[in-house]
């Protein structure tokens, strides 16, 4: 089947269209990226997701009104995608859509209770013709789970090694490790949890010391420029969420804007230099990696295959290949998928799974109370097709 995969992550940079080849079933599942773009948002439009998840400036009007803007450039963007990649919508099976997460809600003793991504299938569904699967999280939270990192359950199934461990590392907005055991070994559980804030206090940091002419750290330029101030680090590193046990999921509303510009008031009350804030930062994301490995990693780790925007940032990689020395940091072109179009296509893959009703999750992963199908359909133009392509006329 071609399934188009779309991400949108909590850095709101852009949306990543992937096309997808995926056949077969868990067991013997073929999953190939047949092409992939990403379609930037501008200025404006990032500011009012962006600013859709601050709790302090969020209304509900913006919010039902960025729904339905975001699903139209969603459609824009896959209408684009396809003409430029000589495919029809008629080839399209089913779009996985992520959607955009606005808030993630983490109870005290670390149970998640809601969670929302929006981003109306409907329109999508109406300007492609092609059926959606959305809203991947909720079922799973409905279970007990976390609902999240979702990319897990995917790396279990395509990412485990023959006979070692493997940490399979998104470094996004937020950072997220699965623990792959080997196939050798039929005795152990994956584990998979967000390791805390990747990308998001970072590029807060770098988009206001430079005026909004940069929102992220281009190779790390200005991280190389600055010192790391060990004593801050040190205390940011006190954050009760690395200490508490998984499964755990956080977001922007614990480490987003607002906690990275009390951050930054903090750091110049401390007389750091804006480099200097910026070096302590990433050096922040390596470090609370690395922690979350040795506190919870269930054996020793061969392989780390790193995903996300920070796999860009040359000054964040060194810093972890130094924290983790005993492991291999790879990319996940190393290992043959795309980095850039990984977690589109993970949204490929359980939207495929989903319209095939099984499951997209496994309890060790989220919390969960037991494995769930997730997701909500919504029909195109294409339904009644794809149902008896799956199904047959019975």
């Given at each position: ?8 992550g ?9 096309l997808c080849?995926?056949?077969?079933s ?5 999953a ?52 430029s ?26 149970r998640?209770?809601?969670s ?13 013709g ?5 809203n991947?999280?909720a ?16 790396d ?11 940490a399979?590392q ?7 490790v699965s ?18 804030p990747?990308?998001a206090?970072?590029?807060v ?7 909004g ?19 801050w680090?040190?205390?940011?590193l ?14 922007r509303?614990m480490f987003?804007?607002d ?11 401390r ?26 990693a ?17 000054v964040?990689i060194?810093?972890l290949k130094?924290?983790?020395?005993s ?11 795309d980095s ?8 490929a ?5 989903t319209?095939?009703?099984r ?18 359909v ?17």
């Open positions: 089947m071609l399934v188009l995969g779309l991400m949108s909590t850095s709101a940079d852009g949306v990543d269209v992937a080849e995926i056949n077969g868990p067991a013997d599942m073929t190939n990226i047949i092409a992939g773009k990403t379609y930037d948002y501008d200025r404006q439009m990032r500011h009012r997701i962006l600013d859709s998840c601050d709790i302090q400036k969020s209304r509900v009007d913006d919010i039902a009104q960025l729904s339905f803007d975001l699903a139209e450039v969603f459609a824009e963007s896959i209408n684009d995608f396809l003409k990649s000589g495919y029809t919508a008629e080839q399209i099976d089913i779009i996985g859509s992520h959607g955009q997460t606005l808030w993630h809600n983490v109870l005290p003793d670390g998640v209770n809601a929302l991504q929006i981003v109306e299938a409907s329109v999508i569904a109406e300007r492609t092609i059926t959606v699967v959305s991947l999280r079922r799973d939270i409905a279970a007990s789970g976390q609902g999240a990192p979702l990319t897990s359950y995917i279990w199934l395509l990412l485990r090694h023959p006979t070692h461990w493997r399979i998104n470094i996004g907005g937020m950072g997220n623990f792959l055991p080997p196939l050798n070994d039929s005795a152990s559980t994956p584990i998979s949890f967000d390791t805390g990747g990308n206090l970072l590029d940091a770098v988009e206001q010391f430079t005026g002419t940069q929102t992220y750290d281009k190779d790390g330029s200005l991280a190389k420029q600055g010192r790391i101030d060990e004593e680090l040190h205390d940011l006190q954050h009760p969420y690395y200490q508490r046990d998984y499964p755990k999921t956080t977001g509303e987003g804007t906690a990275a510009q009390k951050l930054i008031a903090e750091a110049e009350e007389g750091l230099h804006q480099t200097e804030i910026i070096a302590t930062l990433t050096a922040l994301t390596a470090t609370n990696i690395a922690d979350a490995y040795q506190r919870f269930p054996a020793t780790i061969a392989e780390v295959i790193i995903g996300g925007g920070g796999r860009h940032n040359p964040m060194n810093m130094e924290l983790v020395p492991a291999k940091i790879l990319a996940h072109e190393d290992i043959g998928i850039d179009f990984k977690e589109a296509l993970v949204f893959i359980l939207a495929y799974e319209i095939h009703n499951v997209g999750t496994l309890p060790s992963l989220t919390g969960a109370s037991h494995a769930t199908v997730l997701g909500q919504t029909p195109g133009d294409n339904y009644s097709q794809l149902m008896k392509h799956i199904w047959g006329d019975g």
